[in-house]
């Protein structure tokens, strides 16, 4: 066995088994639909808007159902569904012709010229985001505000935090620069961190 097919076997094994029930049973492929469908949902409407976003979702399952087979791991499956929901999004805009766009305007009032906080938000340097979603009530309240957040911003921060992608791969699906992800991660932090202020000072979500 060359380098090569060595490390392909070695890549992705958990996405490998993955596919492999989702092409060999229904069962299989329904495990796969409820996986992956949240965030397939969520890139979809950053880039479509909450109207074309489920039409292009099931756009998406369509096209992996058929190339499902074809799938030869050079990236993770989760990027890859994630791509195809992005570029079924942008099929659907080209079809409705239409297109939307989202500006956030005061976000950089927050920041000095140097991209340091002007005003951090209230117990930054004794809360962690990590400690802050400790508690339990907290992260319900966060969930909520994270639904709220502009498309846009709700896809980086989720593709960023909780789907654990760098920002070359949220790049390449939702076909941005890495400035524009950096900046609308930015801007997604400082939402969700200035509800958690609001929680912080009166104790309601």
């Not at 409820?34 to 409407?45: D, F, S, T």
């Not at 339990?136 to 935090?161: G, R």
């Not at 932090?189 to 979500?205: A, K, L, N």
Request: proline share 3%; glycine share 2%; charged share 30%.
């Amino acid at each position: 066995m060359s380098v090569m097919n060595a490390t392909e076997q070695l890549s992705y094994p958990e996405d490998r088994e993955f596919v492999r029930l989702a092409l060999t049973s229904q069962a299989g492929f329904r495990d796969l639909v409820k996986q992956y469908y949240p965030i397939m949902l969520i890139v979809a409407r950053s880039i479509a808007g909450e109207n074309l976003a489920e039409d292009a979702v099931q756009d998406s399952w369509i096209s992996i159902h058929r190339n499902l087979a074809k799938f030869e791991f050079r990236s993770s499956l989760k990027t890859w569904v994630s791509t195809i929901a992005a570029n079924a999004a942008r099929a659907r805009i080209k079809k409705e012709n239409r297109f939307e766009s989202q500006e956030d305007s005061n976000f950089f009032d927050r920041f000095d010229d140097d991209g340091h906080w002007n005003k951090p938000p209230i117990k930054w340097e004794q809360d962690s985001p990590e400690a802050l979603l400790g508690h339990s009530q907290l992260k319900e309240c966060i969930d909520k505000f994270i639904n709220f957040l502009k498309p846009s911003q709700k896809a980086v921060l989720s593709l960023k935090e909780m789907q654990n992608m760098n920002n070359e791969e949220i790049c390449n699906i939702l076909d941005i620069s890495e400035s524009n992800v950096r900046v609308l991660l930015h801007r997604a932090r400082v939402e969700v961190f200035s509800h958690i202020e609001h929680y912080q000072e009166t104790g309601e979500c």
